[in-house]
Every structure is written in structure tokens, then in C-alpha cells.
């Protein structure tokens, strides 16, 4: 694995485990371009790596994300286009490239959610297969008080907790607690001090209980519901289950089963 | 802004605020061919109107909806089709296109939901962006009780609470109230006779302070999701999102927020 | 009404309803070929048979089903494809062509949850209409823990709970039981020993108030929110609608509602 130099981002890799902290605690680290683009260059630097298994997605400082940088926002207010491209439009389109990449990621990707947890970090918050929540995090779209719609996270809050949900969190900016946010379903746990040491570390040990081939393949399989009809959906499982049957994950898998022990894959950590 | 007359709706607009009564109290407000009309002709007059930020929708006498009225559609039973149209399937089929505007109108949209809120007026209540309920309103889909489908409501009640509770629901008949309602997603907010009024002042002033054309593009971008590919919902919404960054709404609320003073639009009401 | 002879389901006809038991406790009722091919030859018999209004599936010993059956499936890892179709990728998606057909059956569906609800069973619980549990059930996704994706249930699973629940049961193979599964949205009753036969009867009542085909176009509408445009979804909605004010049932239910009685077919049972 080799992982891109970056200066937003600190990435700790722990055996199967790619930590992601978020690191402009001065800012509740807000995303700038430059954070944006990391995000971007460390998913793209791991998506063909079957080593590193997870990802885990938190923020330096006590808070997630306060979402983008009002800042860098202010800034592009006055950028001209170029060559009928709007570069206010280009800059924010990214950003939905960037956390439609984290979604599809092969990897089991996790997020920690403290503190701020607003705008576009509500919106990495909504990709990630397992969110452990604070009790005392702070979620909130609270993008239309600024005079703007919250874009690219749009789609994502929508998928996650439905449309009626992610309208009225939009369009009222209402802040809630990381217990109304399990209520809702934008994250899937909540911990406070003392427990998130243990729910981090026992959500690991079930994901690597799951063979990581086949979790890649599900994931891919899922993420294709509601955008592609269904026959297609159920071809395209059938295909990957075949492959997965006749592969080296299968054959441990079922011998594991009959043999009454763990897979390989279970002790890798 | 200048709203049609009606005779089964009762209009109060209040500053940016229009009221929208049902009117027909005797029959629990049973929706005829002339109210479908005068919702749809009261939501066409308001369509471009930026200056009305919030519908609030409820019923006259205590009652919300009970639906379609039945004397009107057994009235239909012996309409003949006309021009090989059938007019009880182009009856309704225009409460779908009624249903379906009001769910894409600009405006932040509330119910007020008391008493009967079945058939019809349940498919309203799906639509609208905050739904309110008293804890003893009684909620239910009663259509395949006499012998018909919930048609044109069927995809709204889907879309609000999925479709494996829309099923349910449809397939018994089943009664239930404001708290139960709730829980499945129905409506946002419960509350007594006591806690109403202070809801729904609660609920204006969050709405108010969210910009208003940062709301009604808020709207637009999401109700796209699942209706079109995910990258072409990413494309609106980035031009959206740079119209909105060049617009007046973000300037003010840019500057409102570096200044740390409520934006203009919040002190509108 | 001709039942195809089975020795995998045990097939019981009581009235307006068909019991269907999965009959292979000596292995928690794991599906093989056989069973599969029989489900489907049930369902495809009463496909056109409106005698039947409500089919009751459930699992012979006290498990509903363990899924797949393993031996079965490690058998097939050695069959070579034939004239470039493979066999297991057929194997597989054969089981996605029965629970699609499962969950289009224009009859009323209940599940009854005991037991093992795991796999392939699991599946077959999301798509029945009505999902009732044992509190003890056993729930979960163990396929990724043997190396193969969830692979057919998959988008059943995910239009049942949605994409986020969905990707974390089968990323972590994580278990749970009623309770859990009703929080999930999996199921819709938790029972226990003492009030399970009342649960169910109290549910045929329930259906039993609801027209057959009245019911049967219900399921038909709601059950392409999503794959189809909605402004198709709406149009086909008004046709159904027509047919069945013009027909038999809407007569009877409107003439019952007006004279205060139940109509023909809630006495049927």
C-alpha cells in the first residue's frame, strides 16, 4: 500500500486498518479543496488493496466536520468562468465525486462521530456502512441558514434516512443529539466516554469476522438497488456469487463451517 | 399574490404565511372534484411567488381529511367513457397530478393533522415537507375496505414510510393514531391540545430562519433522488448550488454569519 | 384449486387460506433445490386462484429457515459451467426469480418467525406482507462470515431496511432477535408463545376486511414505486382505480358502507 503524502489528513495504517483523521482541529476541521482532494487521492491509493480491510473516518480535536469552509466559500464567490465552465459549480460537484467514492469503497468504512457533525461532514457521515455516534455529537444541515442548499450531500442524506427526514432537517436546520440521530437512522450507534473505545473495537472484530472479498462484493451488489432494475440487480449477484463460490474465500469459508472453527480471515488481527 | 376564489378551501394568507383550511366540516372534509381543484388553483397561484415561505394545511371542525367522498364516487360509477377516456380513471389521476404539486411546491409545506386523516387526506399528509399530528388523530388507509385500491396515494404513502409499512397498512385496513404515526414515519411532531399551537410557532421560526430560495432548490435537488440517475442529481445540484453562491440570499447570509447576526430573511415574520 | 405435490413444503388449505410449511426441520429448514423448485410450483398454482386470499408461511420445528443449504451448496462448487452458462450463478439466480415471485403474489403474505431467520430465509422474511416474530428469533446475514456475499436477497434485504441497515447486518454477520428485527423494520409483530395464535388470528381478521382483488391491485401499484417512472406508476394507478370502482367488489363495499354492514367478504372465514 502506498498512501499519498498529505497535509489535512493524517493516516495512521494499523495492520488491516486504515485510520483517517480529519486534521484541521483549529477550523472543527471544515473541508477546504485541499482536504477534499486528500479524501479523494486516499480512497483512489487503497481501492484495489484486499489488505486493508477497514476504514475508519474521525476527526482530530474533538469534532468530526463542520462541513465545507465558509471561508474557501467566500473566496470562489467572485471567480469568473472559465471556458463556460462555473468554477464554484466545478469545486462542488467534486465534493459529491469524492463521498460517492467513499461510498462505493471495497472496504468496510467506519466513521467516529464527535462534536461537530454538519453540512458536508453530515454528508461523509451518511456514507459510511457503520456511524458510532457520540451522544453529545452535534448533527445538522445547517446550510440553507447560509443562504445555500446543502448539494452534493443531498442525495446521500436521502438515501440514508428517506426523503422525508432530509427534507425537514434542511429545510428547518434543526441541530439534534447523536441519540436522535440513531432515531433516525444516520448512524447506528451511540456510545458515550467510556464505551466507545469497546464499540469501536467489537465493530472490528464483527467486520473481520466477514471475509473481505465477499463483504467488497455485497457492498457492491447493494449499492446498486433503486439505480438499476431489478433483474439486473439479481444477474449481477448471481455472477458475483458464482465467482465467489469457486474462489479461495469460499473454499476456507464452508471447510471452516464443516470443521466447526474460524476462518483464516477471523485471526487476521 | 393573487389567490383564486374558492368555496371549499378557506385562504388566510398572514404576512409570509398562507393558511389553506379544508372547508367542507360536515363531511369531515371528504375531498370532492371542487376542493381537488381548488388545491391545485391555490397552489398554482402561489407557484412563483417567493414572498409566501410557508403553506400551512389543515382542517376545518377538527377534522383533517377523511379522504375521497364517497357519494362522489358512487356518483361515478355509472359514467360512461367518453372519447374512449374513462373519466373515473381521469378523475383520478388528477388528484395524483394535485398530490404531486403540492409536493414540489416551492414553499415549506405543513399539515396539521387532528381527527380523520385517511384515504385522501392520509396521501396528504405524506406529501407535505412537516407534518404535524395530535396525539389522537386516527390515521389509516380504509380504500380496500370497500372494495377499492389507495391509487394515486399508493406511491406518496410508499415513498413516506417504504413500501414494506405501505403494504401493511393497505393490505388491513388497520387504524391507528398520532403517536403510532410517528413511529412510522408518517409525521414529524406529536402533540396535545396544549403543545399544538406552540409547535407549529416553533416550527415557523425554525423554517424562517432558512433562506427562502435556499429552501425551494433544497426541495428541488432532493426530490430527484431515486427519480433520476445519482450523477445527474449531482449535476443540478452543483449548478444549483453555484446560482445559489452567486445569488443575494448567500451574500447576506455569508455576511450575516462572519458579522454573527441573524440574516435578513429571519427576521421577515 | 390444484396444489402441486411437494415432499419439502408441507402445503395445508384451510378455507380462504393456504398454509405453506417448510418441511426439512432436520436442518432448520435450509432450502436446497428442491424446496426452492417447490415454493415456486406453490406460488405459480394459485397465481390466478382468487379462492385464496392469504398463504402462511412458516417452518416445521420451530425454525423459520437457516438459509441455504450448505451441503448443497458445496456440491455445486465443482460443477463445471455447461454451453457458457454456470451452473451455480443459474442455481443462484433462480432463488431471486422465486422470492421476486414470492413478493408479487396478488395474495396477502405473512410470515410467522421462529427460530433460525437467517440467509435465504432472512430474504424470504422480507418480502412476505406481513412479517410476525417470536421475541427468541434468531435474525442475521452469516453468508460474508462463509465467504460468499448475500448475494440474491441482497436488494430485497435493502428495499426491506434500507441500503444503511442492509450493509451493516451483512458487513458484520451481526444477529439479533424480534425485537431488533420489528426496530429494523424487518418485521411488524413480536410475539411471544402466548400471544403468537392470537397475533395471527387478529391479523387474518384484519385482512380478511379488505377486498381480495381490491388488495391484489394494491400490491400491484405499490410494488413499482421506484422501478417505474412515477408518472407511470400514477396512470396505471387510475386504471386499476377504474376497474375496480366499476366492479363487482366496489359495489358490494360502497352499498355495505352505506347501509352500516360488513361487506360480502369479511364474512367469508
Redesign the interface.
Known amino acids: 500500500m502506498e498512501l499519498p503524502a498529505t497535509t489535512t489528513l493524517r493516516l495512521e495504517p494499523d495492520r488491516d486498518v486504515l485510520h483517517v483523521w480529519l486534521a484541521r482541529p483549529e477550523v472543527r476541521n471544515a473541508m477546504n479543496g485541499v482536504l477534499i482532494g486528500e479524501l479523494e487521492a486516499t480512497f483512489a491509493a487503497i481501492a484495489d488493496d484486499r489488505s486493508v480491510r477497514v476504514v475508519v473516518l474521525r476527526g482530530e480535536g474533538g469534532n468530526f466536520c463542520a462541513g465545507g469552509d465558509?471561508k474557501d466559500?467566500?473566496a470562489?464567490?467572485s471567480a469568473p468562468a472559465v471556458d463556460g465552465v462555473?468554477p464554484?459549480?466545478?469545486y462542488?460537484?467534486r465534493f459529491?465525486?469524492v463521498i460517492?467514492a467513499i461510498e462505493r469503497a471495497p472496504q468496510?468504512t467506519i466513521a467516529v462521530l464527535e462534536g461537530a457533525v454538519l453540512g458536508g461532514g453530515f454528508g461523509l457521515a451518511c456514507v459510511v456502512?457503520?456511524a458510532i455516534a457520540k451522544h453529545d455529537a452535534s448533527f445538522g444541515l445547517p446550510?440553507?441558514?447560509?443562504?445555500?442548499?446543502?448539494?452534493?450531500i443531498?442525495?446521500f442524506?436521502?438515501?440514508?434516512i428517506?426523503?422525508?427526514?432530509?427534507?425537514?432537517l434542511?429545510?428547518?436546520?434543526?441541530r439534534f443529539d447523536g441519540k436522535r440521530a440513531k432515531e433516525l437512522?444516520v448512524v447506528?450507534e451511540v456510545c458515550d466516554d467510556r464505551t466507545l473505545n469497546e464499540t469501536i473495537a467489537e465493530?472490528l472484530t464483527?467486520?473481520r469476522?466477514?471475509?473481505p472479498?465477499?463483504?467488497a462484493?455485497?457492498?457492491a451488489?447493494?449499492?446498486?438497488?433503486?439505480?438499476v432494475?431489478?433483474d439486473a440487480?439479481?444477474?449481477d449477484?448471481?455472477?458475483?456469487?458464482?465467482a465467489?463460490?469457486?474462489?479461495?474465500?469460499?473454499?476456507?469459508?464452508?471447510l471452516a463451517?464443516?470443521q466447526k472453527r474460524q476462518?483464516s480471515w477471523?485471526k487476521d488481527a
Chains 1, 2, 3 share one sequence.
Open positions: 465558509v466559500m467566500v470562489t464567490r462555473d464554484i459549480a466545478a462542488n460537484r459529491g465525486t460517492a468496510v456502512d457503520i446550510e440553507t441558514g447560509l443562504g445555500i442548499p446543502p448539494a452534493q443531498a442525495a442524506v436521502v438515501q440514508r428517506g426523503l422525508s427526514q432530509a427534507k425537514r434542511a429545510l428547518t436546520g434543526a437512522g447506528h465493530t464483527q467486520v469476522r466477514c471475509a472479498a465477499a463483504n462484493a455485497t457492498k451488489i447493494m449499492q446498486q438497488v433503486g439505480a432494475p431489478l440487480v439479481l444477474d449477484a448471481a455472477a458475483r456469487f458464482a465467489a463460490t469457486r474462489g479461495p474465500e469460499a473454499a476456507e469459508g464452508m463451517f464443516v476462518p477471523a
